[in-house]
């Protein structure tokens, strides 16, 4: 049965998030006027990473590795998988993730007439280390490394400054950086701040997966046992399988099978064959890479590959 207090939530978040819409109609409109403009592009500097995304119609899913980022939807819709999580990214909402994760993801909600457009800004951990001193910490909320929430007019306010960068490029070199430093400030204060908080400190729970994901995606190719990898981490076994998928949404396993399909998907779209890209990403069985990979991809490796190719795959999967 339908969780009533779920319900509730769900019901006050949308009345939350409508009413920060009628709080800052023109701000909004401005900024979305300005990514419209610009859309495709990324800002031109060495500090902080800013692209604006768009799409003028629905995709189909597509796996790909989330880098940590922080992600705010213009307008249209989003649907992202990560683990045995779904997520959905409406207009001014905002997505943050503070780990790597294999994640599929689609755009739902768009049109030539009204496409989806988004701004995304890669999340700087040593400046979000360096504000932690500045906001008053809160109590955690558990282990998570990534979350939306609703937009707020002070998350808004530093976006629309950075995206009219885009306008004066002359500026970015000294004001991008002041900018992506207030955006994360603001990021800190609000609801998805304990994630961000977690994300900045070197120690902790978070720090120890963060270690244990980097360990996996250089070596996903080889056996992963969990009592090493724990041990790595400085975790039991049963804690941090416990954890990682606190984190993560899956399991380490589920996380390291993830990245060896992605990485085989990409083998086989420059042309390789089917047995040998499992044998390179790790599997030592080939019928379970093909039943593995179709179950993730929806096609057998071979016809997967051929579709991709014949509609430019390299594209899809840089979406």
């Known amino acids: 049965m339908p969780d009533p207090r779920k319900a509730r939530l769900a019901r006050l978040a949308l009345q939350v998030q409508a009413a920060n819409l009628q709080a800052m109609p023109d701000s ?35 796996p790909t590795l989330y880098e940590p980022m922080l992600c705010v939807v213009l307008q249209g819709a989003k649907q992202v998988m990560i683990g045995d999580r779904v997520l959905r990214y409406d207009p001014a909402s905002y997505f943050v993730a503070t780990l790597e994760l294999p994640a599929t993801g689609c755009i739902v909600e768009a049109s030539a007439a009204r496409p989806y457009i988004a701004v995304s800004m890669a999340l ?101 046992r969990i009592e090493e990898l724990a041990a790595r981490a400085g975790m039991s076994a049963a804690s941090f399988h416990r954890h990682f998928k606190a984190a993560t949404a899956m399991s380490p396993l589920q996380y390291q099978k993830a990245l060896r399909l992605q990485e085989a998907r990409r083998l086989l779209v420059s042309n390789g064959e089917a047995s040998r890209a499992a044998y390179r990403v790790g599997y030592e069985s080939a019928s379970q890479f093909s039943r593995e990979y179709a179950r993730m991809f929806g096609h057998p490796p071979a016809r997967d590959a051929a579709r991709l190719r014949e509609s430019r795959g390299a594209e899809e999967l840089a979406a």
């Open 28 to 62: 909004f409109s401005r900024l979305l006027a300005l990514a419209a403009r610009h859309a495709g592009r990324t800002l031109p500097l060495a500090g902080p990473r800013v692209a604006i995304h768009s799409g003028c119609k629905p995709t189909t899913p597509v």
């Open 124 to 224: 700087n951990r040593a400046t979000l280390a360096d504000l932690l001193c500045a906001v008053p910490e809160t109590p955690s909320a558990g282990l998570a490394g990534f979350g939306v929430s609703a937009m707020t007019p002070e998350l808004l306010d530093p976006w629309l400054r950075m995206l009219g960068l885009f306008e004066a490029p002359q500026d970015a070199p000294v004001l991008a950086p002041m900018l992506e430093r207030e955006i994360l400030y603001r990021l800190l204060q609000g609801p998805q701040g304990d994630i961000a908080r977690q994300a900045a400190r070197g120690d902790g729970r978070l720090a120890q997966i963060r270690s244990a994901i980097g360990w996996i995606r250089e070596n996903f190719d080889r056996p992963l």
